[in-house]
């Protein structure tokens, strides 16, 4: 069992809104399977941790304590343009200073 990972799940799993079950439907497991990552009582396989990530919007590292800080947010730039996605990350940079 990797140490705080099912507080981090479920907690996560609630910040997103989404019940075992709708959680499980879109990982392609079972509500089961979920709740079993939650309580601790099993370890995602790498595969299951990398979509769990996905789902979460946070990095791996999160998820494996490798990361003591919060959960980052992914932002999805899927469809963006290259001159677009330029423009968020100027825009982010000029947020953080």
């Known amino acids: ?48 941790l990398l979509a769990l990530s996905r789902l979460y919007r946070c990095s791996t590292d999160y998820l494996l304590g490798n990361n003591i800080q919060s959960a980052r947010i992914a932002l999805d730039a899927n469809g963006l343009t290259d001159a677009q996605i330029r423009a968020l990350q100027a825009l982010i940079e000029t947020m953080k200073s």
């Open 1 to 48: 069992m990797i140490k705080g990972l099912p507080e981090k799940l479920k907690l996560l799993r609630t910040k997103c809104n989404l019940s075992q079950k709708e959680a499980a439907s879109r990982l392609g497991i079972s509500p089961s399977i979920v709740s079993s990552y939650e309580t601790g009582e099993r370890t995602p396989s790498a595969e299951n």
